[in-house]
């Protein structure tokens, strides 16, 4: 539903809020919502209001909040949320900010965004601003990252529920199920390359920037104009939290073999779960992604620069544990 702007002369900002993200507990999602319309007015901004229904996830919230003169759309939800409003605002001059709240927040890790209500609005008013780059799907729908295989049965199994009371360790739960799966026969084309032919457990694709280890690429950056892709195999869980797995001696390749492109087309033998943004798409043999080079502006702090990825991925592990918690958790 839409709300009303508030009278106070200030910025309009449009908070896109999903009442579904990250609700673990009785009156959460009301005090999220008191907390973000506090820290707006400490600001003296005005606030446009809308909550996401099934029907609209968020794009069709932005295009009427532009139209009605917001100069900056606030997200508050999960990566689904955030990127339904990032298509509405591909080649617009508005930027986006995100309050995290979902349950893999992989966008806002990779911007190192805060996960509190009161920072997350003071990086949205008064943060700096960053043009990245997305990806865009072979049906045309722009998104941060995308998979098939392996990474997308985790999501497809890690239920609603779970994820709201155990945040991303509902996806550890869901990937333990899977780890014994049988490697299939992908090709992956890399723009004008000629196809990679591997054995394995799956493909991501996605703007990861430097929220991945990435050993074999000399520089990645959200605004590079290239997409990474891992192609990945299932080993140990050691291997995964090793920092010097890369140079190991092995006769096994790594867990996520990384190369990047512009253009991006994987095939596979058997239908595979596919995925994008977190939200399971349907089997699928195919899967297709090209770069949206420098398309989105976001806000960020200015101590997103120059942070090592794998801390980001430890905070937001810590911050479901804080989640479970038994006392409350505010903004």
């Known amino acids: 539903m839409a709300g009303e702007a508030a009278s106070s002369p200030g910025r309009l900002v449009a908070v896109v ?12 999602v009301s005090a999220r919502r008191r907390a973000i319309r506090a820290a707006l007015a400490k600001h003296e901004s005005r606030a446009l209001w809308f909550e996401t229904t099934p029907l609209d996830p968020g794009h069709g919230w932005v295009k009427r909040a532009l139209a009605a003169g917001a100069e900056l759309v606030l997200a508050c ?3 689904g949320t955030v990127m339904a409003c990032a298509a509405a605002l591909t080649g617009t001059a508005a930027p986006l900010a995100v309050i995290p709240c979902g349950t893999g927040n992989i966008i806002a890790a990779s911007l190192n965004l805060p996960v509190g209500v009161p920072e997350a609005v003071q990086t949205a008013l008064h943060g700096d601003h960053l043009t990245i780059d997305i990806g865009l799907s072979g049906a045309g ?6 998979s098939i295989g392996f990474g997308a049965a985790v999501m497809r199994d890690a239920t609603p529920g779970w994820k709201r009371r155990a945040g991303m360790f509902a996806y550890l739960l869901s990937a333990s199920r899977h780890v014994f799966d049988p490697p299939r026969t992908f090709r992956v084309w890399l723009d004008d390359q000629l196809p990679i032919i591997r054995r394995s457990h799956g493909i991501l694709v996605g703007n990861f920037g430097e929220l991945m280890s990435q050993p074999r690429l000399p520089r990645t950056a959200l605004d590079d104009g290239v997409l990474e892709v891992g192609i990945l195999t299932v080993r140990p869980l050691l291997d995964w939290v090793r920092r010097d797995h890369a140079v190991v001696p092995t006769r096994r390749p790594p867990p996520l073999d990384w190369h990047q492109a512009t253009r991006i087309r994987v095939t596979c033998d058997v239908p595979q779960p596919t995925e994008r943004d977190g939200d399971f798409t349907g089997l699928s043999e195919h899967l ?7 398309s989105l502006t976001v806000c960020v702090s200015q101590r997103s620069v120059n942070v090592i990825a794998r801390r980001r991925l430890i905070h937001l592990l810590a911050h479901d544990v804080r989640r479970l918690m038994p006392w409350p958790r505010i903004g």
């Open 17 to 28: 809020f999903n009442p579904q993200s990250g609700a673990a507990r009785t009156g959460e």
């Open 77 to 79: 939800g999960g990566d």
């Open 141 to 146: 729908v722009p998104f941060f990252a995308t």
């Open 288 to 294: 297709r992604a090209s770069v949206l080079a420098s």
